[in-house]
């Protein structure tokens, strides 16, 4: 028997299919990006989504040649906080606003004028663009006939289980993501509800479990995709926790850091814990009364992709982390500012701007790679420390995503966070994460902790950090990168008027 996770990210659909020893067996992927048609604008069309998925379980399928009837179950993991809005029918109104669209800051900036704490005490996130209740009231003010004719908003990863089990629906980890849950009671609020005059039946009604099943694969859907009938679908995960999931961090203890499209940096609570200045963000995990509080980057991985496809179109990953591993510390004095798109931690301002700084003549094509790795080494340390005061500092930080596929970048981030970092092995953790969930839900294990023993097979690489280059760098970052939004942060918003 097999089990198949699926993870709806940003720029990518990826489909894997496991064995009940955590073994991936078939990987296939398909890439896709948002689309920016106004300056702070991300949208994507869910139909997109369930090409991509659909093109991807038929791809794993034919590269494993495995009979469909052995897929017993599936999982999902999904990039968060999205709106995508659908009509009586089930079809979608608009299309997607995305977790990091910021086109509805006034809007934000309105809630917070109007209701000052209310809801964050109540959410125990802050109101900002991006998050789904702030892009539904957008979009109420802004395309109100479009608006009459929302039956329920859903997530991302919802729209595609939707698409192959007919069931709309959605579970804690996301329902947790919306700015519309009730964080110490684990349910709807009613409250925000009624405060925002918002109709409560915009949201299915249940909240699910990440492991319950939803259903099973529709004949429309099995056409599509060449699966079974009899596979069944578990109602899946936000992409954090299922990421986390799969890198076995479900638990208090051990602080996770990613650098992927964006960057995240994750620590488990068995308590939902407010934080006052209101510039990280919490979150319902996968397992009951756990939480996770998380400290967000915009633009991470995103960064260096982007200098790729404007400046060094013929450079691979590896060819930018060769050049980069020639250049210095500091980067002969040449510091990359990595808020490209506005950003939350720390700074939670949706006008912020990117920025290189110290540009001399002497510098070349790697300084500015390695400044880049460097700029949101610096960005994710300051959620490292933001993390280490609320929830207290971690025996053990994991790094994972694509910031860690090349030594370079991953000894750059153990000597900016200064400590030794576990590097893992597990490649496509949100896929097993996801998978993880659906061997819960099959009955396949009884419980998450059984369930991970099993399939999660850690060899994590040690690295530990150059303490010449440590000190260097604590210096670079409390008297440059530190001081770079307080220097800037009035001409940043005074850019957004031109």
Same mark, same amino acid.
């Given at each position: 028997?097999?089990?198949?996770?699926?993870?709806?990210?940003?720029?990518?659909?990826?489909?894997?299919?496991?064995?009940?020893?955590?073994?991936?067996?078939?990987?296939?992927?398909?890439p896709?990006?948002?689309?920016?048609?106004?300056?702070?604008?991300?949208?994507?069309?869910?139909?997109?989504?369930?090409?991509?998925?659909?093109?991807?379980?038929?791809?794993?399928?034919?590269?494993?040649?495995?009979?469909?009837?052995?897929?017993?179950?599936?999982?999902f993991?999904?990039?968060?906080?999205?709106?995508?809005?659908?009509?009586?029918?089930?079809?979608?109104v608009?299309?997607?606003?995305l977790?990091?669209?910021?086109?509805?800051?006034?809007?934000?900036?309105?809630?917070?004028?109007?209701?000052?704490?209310?809801?964050?005490?109540?959410?125990?996130n802050?109101?900002?663009p991006?998050? /789904? #209740?702030?892009?539904?009231?957008?979009?109420? $003010?802004?395309?109100?006939?479009?608006?009459?004719?929302?039956? /329920?908003v859903?997530?991302?990863?919802?729209?595609?289980?939707? $698409?192959?089990?007919?069931?709309?629906?959605v579970?804690? !980890?996301?329902?947790?993501?919306?700015?519309?849950?009730? #964080?110490?009671?684990?349910?709807?609020?009613?409250?925000?509800?009624?405060?925002l005059?918002?109709?409560?039946?915009?949201v299915?009604?249940?909240?699910?479990?990440?492991?319950?099943?939803?259903?099973?694969?529709?004949?429309?859907?099995?056409?599509?995709?060449?699966?079974?009938?009899?596979?069944?679908?578990?109602?899946?995960?936000?992409?954090?926790?299922m990421?986390?999931?799969?890198?076995?961090?479900?638990?208090?203890g051990?602080?996770?850091?990613?650098?992927?499209?964006s960057?995240?940096?994750?620590?488990?609570?068995?308590?939902?814990?407010?934080?006052?200045?209101?510039?990280?963000?919490?979150?319902?995990?996968?397992?009951?009364?756990?939480?996770?509080?998380?400290?967000?980057v915009?633009?991470?991985?995103?960064?260096?992709?982007?200098?790729?496809r404007?400046?060094?179109?013929?450079?691979?990953f590896?060819?930018?982390?060769?050049?980069?591993?020639?250049?210095?510390?500091?980067?002969?004095?040449?510091?990359?500012?990595?808020?490209m798109?506005?950003?939350? !931690?720390?700074?939670?301002?949706s006008?912020?701007?990117?920025?290189?700084?110290?540009?001399?003549?002497?510098?070349?094509?790697?300084?500015f790679?390695?400044?880049?790795?460097?700029?949101?080494?610096?960005?994710?340390?300051?959620?490292?420390?933001?993390?280490?005061?609320?929830?207290? $500092?971690?025996?053990?930080l994991?790094?994972?995503?694509?910031?860690?596929?090349?030594?370079?970048w991953?000894?750059?981030?153990?000597?900016?966070?200064?400590?030794?970092i576990?590097?893992?092995?597990?490649?496509? /953790?949100?896929?097993?994460?996801?998978?993880?969930?659906?061997?819960v839900?099959?009955?396949?294990?009884?419980?998450?902790?059984?369930?991970?023993?099993?399939?999660?097979?850690?060899?994590?690489?040690?690295?530990?950090?150059?303490?010449?280059?440590? $000190?260097?760098?604590?210096?670079?970052y409390?008297?440059?990168?530190?001081?770079?939004?307080?220097?800037?942060?009035?001409?940043?918003h005074?850019?957004?008027?031109?």
């Open positions: 028997m097999y089990v198949m996770g699926i993870d709806i990210g940003t720029s990518s659909a990826k489909t894997a299919i496991f064995n009940e020893q955590g073994e991936m067996l078939a990987l296939a992927s398909k896709y990006n948002p689309e920016a048609r106004k300056p702070g604008y991300a949208e994507q069309d869910p139909e997109v989504w369930w090409e991509a998925v659909a093109f991807t379980i038929r791809k794993s399928l034919k590269e494993l040649q495995v009979d469909p009837k052995d897929v017993k179950t599936i999982g993991s999904g990039q968060m906080h999205g709106m995508i809005p659908v009509d009586k029918e089930g079809r979608v608009r299309k997607a606003i977790h990091c669209d910021v086109r509805a800051k006034d809007t934000a900036q309105e809630l917070i004028k109007e209701y000052g704490n209310k809801i964050s005490d109540i959410v125990l802050p109101v900002f991006g998050f /789904q #209740m702030v892009s539904l009231c957008w979009m109420r $003010k802004h395309e109100p006939e479009l608006f009459e004719k929302v039956e /329920q859903i997530c991302p990863k919802d729209y595609v289980r939707y $698409k192959l089990t007919g069931i709309l629906g579970e804690h !980890t996301d329902a947790s993501g919306t700015l519309l849950y009730d #964080m110490n009671h684990e349910k709807w609020s009613e409250e925000i509800f009624q405060m005059h918002l109709p409560l039946q915009v299915p009604k249940e909240i699910h479990n990440s492991y319950d099943v939803a259903g099973t694969v529709s004949k429309e859907a099995a056409r599509a995709t060449g699966l079974s009938t009899s596979t069944k679908v578990v109602y899946g995960g936000a992409d954090q926790a990421h986390s999931l799969g890198n076995g961090v479900y638990r208090p051990i602080m996770m850091a990613t650098i992927g499209t960057g995240q940096v994750l620590a488990v609570s068995d308590k939902p814990v407010k934080n006052p200045e209101l510039n990280t963000h919490l979150f319902r995990h996968v397992n009951h009364h756990f939480w996770y509080g998380l400290a967000a915009l633009h991470a991985g995103s960064t260096l992709n982007w200098f790729c404007n400046f060094a179109v013929k450079d691979s590896e060819d930018l982390s060769k050049i980069a591993n020639r250049v210095k510390p500091c980067c002969d004095g040449l510091v990359f500012f990595p808020c798109g506005g950003e939350r !931690t720390p700074y939670l301002d006008e912020t701007r990117g920025m290189f700084s110290g540009i001399s003549m002497s510098h070349g094509k790697e300084h790679a390695r400044a880049i790795m460097e700029g949101v080494s610096f960005a994710m340390k300051t959620g490292i420390e933001k993390m280490n005061q609320i929830y207290g $500092k971690a025996d053990k994991i790094c994972a995503g694509g910031g860690v596929k090349g030594r370079v991953a000894q750059i981030q153990a000597d900016i966070y200064g400590r030794e576990f590097v893992s092995n597990i490649s496509e /953790q949100a896929c097993l994460g996801s998978a993880i969930i659906a061997t839900g099959s009955g396949t294990f009884k419980s998450l902790d059984e369930a991970c023993d099993a399939m999660i097979q850690k060899e994590d690489l040690v690295i530990e950090p150059n303490q010449e280059h440590v $000190k260097l760098y604590e210096m670079f409390s008297e440059v990168y530190s001081q770079l939004y307080e220097q800037n942060s009035r001409l940043f005074n850019m957004n008027h031109f």
